[in-house]
């Protein structure tokens, strides 16, 4: 009977102790998780096997791609004032975006600062969002990402630059919204550089909603870098549903005495939503329109499992035939951790 008595007085005492660890480490979650300071991150580690490498790159390697730590709020009472600042602690240890912004209205938002570029519907989405391990070789190639054939050495790699934007949402309709713009003044020389020719690069994006889930639309881009023109547009649209997406878009780019263009489009099936999807995908992208037998194009298969929000493990099968280089098989594999 003492023992039951003295069992019974310590779980007493006990539940005190637990409650309070409980609040302290609700409190912590707290700090970390709210309207004015929100800590996230993720990282990616891939697996690439390549029947024909090229340069000094190894046949087979397991790389870790992104180390990401980001931070987003609100300032204010109004909440109108709003922050950004993302870096990538991986291998290339670097600040990816940092920027303010106002959004007194839906319609209406100025941002300031450094960050992705609004041309083309895929270079904006986060690489936790998109279908495939890579991007498509025509979009980055032709917004300022891997490929892209007048950056500075030290610009961006990754679609980003520094500059002022206007955006918004206008004529609300059923729950959505069905026109979409962008506008902006940036740089023109990359993420992490400074200005080198005192001229600014002109961004303009609209997409129109007419059904809910389906966007059409598409982006101008002028601008100049030392006295290489840099002109380009795209026009494209991507559907959305619970079981479906696909996205589509055709790219062009006038680069002075260099003329490309390139086109892709995408298609997943959301075999179990936020759980399993099939992707197949086909990329082209010709990086001088002036030869008569050039390009290159991508044909990839995979499969993405979902074990958490935005956590994941991807499978990627990617078939290339370079008219320079020949064929190419390569074999991806990520696993993705969000938190």
């Known amino acids: 009977m ?15 102790a637990l409650f309070a660890q409980e609040n302290n480490l609700q409190k912590l979650k707290n700090a970390f998780r709210s309207e004015y300071f929100n800590l996230s991150g993720y990282g990616q580690i891939v697996y690439n096997l390549t029947e024909h490498p090229e340069g000094n790159n190894p046949n087979s390697s397991i790389d870790v791609a992104r180390a990401i730590l980001f931070a987003t709020g609100k ?10 600042l993302m870096y990538d602690f991986g291998p290339n240890a670097r600040l990816h975006e940092l920027y303010g912004e106002w959004t007194p209205l839906k319609s209406l938002n100025l941002r300031i600062g450094q960050y ?34 007048n950056q500075l050495s ?20 059923n729950g959505f919204y069905q026109l979409e ?41 002028s601008g100049r870098l030392y006295d290489q023109v ?21 790219i062009s780019a006038d680069d002075g005495v260099l003329k490309r263009n390139g086109y892709y489009g995408s298609l997943v099936w959301k075999l179990v939503p936020n759980r399993w999807e099939i ?45 320079v280089k020949g064929k190419n098989n390569t074999l991806l594999a990520q696993l ?4």
């Open 181 to 221: 713009y962008y506008t902006g003044l940036f740089n023109g020389s990359g993420f992490n550089t400074k200005d080198v020719d005192n001229r600014k690069d002109f961004i303009g994006t609209a997409y129109w909603q007419p059904i809910k889930g389906l966007r059409l639309g598409g982006s101008i881009y």
């Open 336 to 339: 993705q951790l969000f938190f």
């Open 154 to 173: 030290t610009g961006s790699k990754a679609g980003r630059d520094a500059g002022v934007q206007l955006s918004g949402l206008l004529f609300p309709k």
């Open 116 to 149: 992705k570029i609004p041309f083309t519907i895929e270079n904006p989405m986060s690489p936790t969002r998109i279908e495939t391990i890579n991007f498509s070789r025509s979009a980055s190639a032709m917004s300022g990402s891997v490929g892209d054939v």
């Open 230 to 250: 840099r002109n380009r547009w795209v026009v494209g649209g991507e559907y959305n549903s619970n079981y479906f997406y696909s996205r589509a878009e055709y």
């Open 2 to 16: 003492k023992r039951k008595l003295l069992l019974f007085g310590f779980t007493l005492m006990l539940v005190p």
């Open 279 to 323: 992707v197949g995908k086909y990329d082209f992208y010709n990086n001088n329109t002036s030869l008569y037998k050039n390009g290159v194009s991508d044909v990839t298969a995979g499969i993405n499992y979902y074990f958490a929000f935005l956590s994941r493990i991807q499978l990627n099968y990617v078939y290339s035939d370079d008219a």
């Open 75 to 84: 300032l204010g009472e109004k909440n109108q004032f709003g922050y950004m």
